[in-house]
T-cell receptor
Framework: NAGVTQTPKFQVLKTGQSMTLQCAQD?????MSWYRQDPGMGLRLIHY???????DQGEVPNGYNVSRSTTEDFPLRLLSAAPSQTSVYFC????????????FGPGTRLTVT | AQSVTQPDIHITVSEGASLELRCNYS??????LFWYVQSPGQGLQLLLK??????LVQGIKGFEAEFKRSQSSFNLRKPSVHWSDAAEYFC???????????FGTGTRLTIIP
């Protein structure tokens, strides 16, 4: 298994540009989530999904959209990037029946200028 | 809403010395508690978790944590640290029946020879 994969590893955007951060897992996990990590603030939940077709907002959802058309993929979209979205983004998935044991991807470092 | 406090931003320990990282939580009932580790440039990895039962839990890499209800604490310990333990450590809490984790702000551990 490749586990949780994220692309790209690094990205620089200009203010107002849009982009999609990709997240995929090959472990057949139902629960997936997106976090952002900022210095001194730990990880904050952006959006999560409990299964294909079902998504919900986390702590800091503004400026981000998600969809879950398949079990494997959970992309995060930035519609109009802002400097405040400069961060490291982590995707995670959780095995069915083993709640809370989240498996994290390697992260995407995003800079918005 | 639940919250997690990690009072130590940065700790430096000599190799071979013992380690204790502090974590305090705020929640109305006993939550589910976790410790994650993040090596430089990597995603987070689950070290150990507490759901119920024995208040001393063992994790991977020789780590253990003790849940103390009276102090609302879940401190992480290791008897003898190795240089490879240098990383950032996050405490996290989740309410019963809810996968939504709340993370602390992290403690960065430096190991000196």
């Amino acid at each position: 298994n490749a586990g949780v994969t994220q692309t790209p590893k690094f990205q620089v955007l200009k203010t107002g540009q849009s982009m999609t951060l990709q997240c995929a897992q090959d472990m057949n996990h139902e629960y997936m989530s997106w976090y952002r990590q900022d210095p001194g603030m730990g990880l904050r939940l952006i959006h999560y999904s409990v299964g294909a077709g079902i998504t919900d907002q986390g702590e800091v959802p503004n400026g981000y959209n998600v969809s879950r058309s398949t079990t494997e993929d959970f992309p995060l979209r930035l519609l109009s990037a802002a400097p405040s979205q400069t961060s490291v983004y982590f995707c995670a998935s959780t095995p069915t029946g083993r709640n809370y044991e989240q498996y994290f991807g390697p992260g995407t470092r995003l800079t918005v200028t | 809403a639940q919250s997690v406090t990690q009072p130590d931003i940065h700790i430096t320990v000599s190799e071979g010395a013992s380690l204790e990282l502090r974590c305090n939580y705020s929640y109305g009932a006993t939550p589910y508690l976790f410790w994650y580790v993040q090596s430089p440039g990597q995603g987070l990895q689950l070290l150990l978790k507490y759901f119920s039962g024995d208040t001393l839990v063992q994790g991977i890499k020789g780590f253990e944590a003790e849940f103390k209800r009276s102090q609302s604490s879940f401190n992480l310990r290791k008897p003898s640290v190795h240089w490879s333990d240098a990383a950032e450590y996050f405490c996290a809490v989740a309410p019963f029946g809810n996968e939504k984790l709340t993370f602390g702000t992290g403690t960065r551990l430096t190991i000196i020879p």
